[in-house]
């Protein structure tokens, strides 16, 4: 069974289209997260949630949506997307305030 | 604030040699640190980490490291290179109980045959 598992693991869309990549834990941990990692490896926090409640928000545009419907699920909308969408968005989980991450194999974002 | 710095973005060492991966930490108060690992096409992966207690952490695979707070240092080690370790490796801080995990900007090692 795979702890941290995102859909889906290859995504190419044209600009301007919406998208979705959904995340599903199964290792009961309260917190899930979105990073962004770019071409140069550089991995960014987007957002957390903490028992279904947005407790990280950076600054990230507001094309992005986050949404968890309990607190095994994560998933990411992205509107009217951008050639700079492109990168790996990766999902992980964690009990609050532990700091050990499981992540998801991560989901390609190609914009073209 | 936190943040980390790791020295070198890219390591070559031969098979069998040591291995030095570095990272120094800026944190206001007591940090928690990581180092984690991944492999091409995947997450990462969680090889170490130190909260409290005991300064030399052992991780998986052999690799250990060092939590030095004089130099706000938490080097990574190995001492002998497999082929398998090619990598990259990100060095990361946070705090005790708060959510954000700052991650360094990784470095990646080659191992040489």
């Known amino acids: 069974d795979t702890a941290v598992s995102q859909t889906p693991k290859y995504l190419v869309t044209q600009m301007g289209n919406d998208k979705s990549i959904k995340c599903e834990q199964n290792?009961?941990?309260?917190?899930m997260y979105w990073y962004k990692q770019d071409s140069k490896k550089f991995l960014k926090i987007m957002f957390s949630?903490?028992?279904?409640?947005?407790?990280i928000n950076e600054t990230v545009p507001n094309r992005f949506s986050p949404k968890s419907p309990d607190k095994a699920h994560l998933n990411l909308h992205i509107n009217s997307l951008e050639l700079g969408d492109s990168a790996v968005y990766f999902c992980a989980s964690s009990s609050s305030g532990t700091g050990d991450y499981t992540f998801g194999s991560g989901t390609r974002l190609t914009v073209v | 604030a936190q943040s980390v710095t790791q020295l070198g973005s890219h390591v070559s060492v031969s098979e069998g040699a040591l291995v030095l991966l570095r990272c120094n930490y800026s944190s206001s108060v007591p940090p928690y640190l990581f180092w984690y690992v991944q492999y091409p096409n995947q997450g990462l992966q969680l090889l170490l980490k130190?909260?409290?207690?005991?300064?030399l952490v052992k991780g998986i695979n052999g690799f250990e490291a060092e939590f030095k707070k004089s130099e706000t240092s938490f080097h990574l080690t190995k001492p002998s290179a497999h082929m398998s370790d090619a990598a990259e490796y990100f060095c990361?801080?946070?705090?005790?109980?708060?959510?954000?995990?700052?991650f360094g900007i990784g470095t990646k090692l080659q191992v040489i045959p």
């Open positions: 949630y903490n028992n279904k409640e947005l407790i």
């Open positions: 290792l009961g941990h309260d917190t």
């Open positions: 130190y909260t409290t207690g005991a300064t």
């Open positions: 990361a801080v946070t705090q005790t109980g708060y959510q954000k995990v700052t």
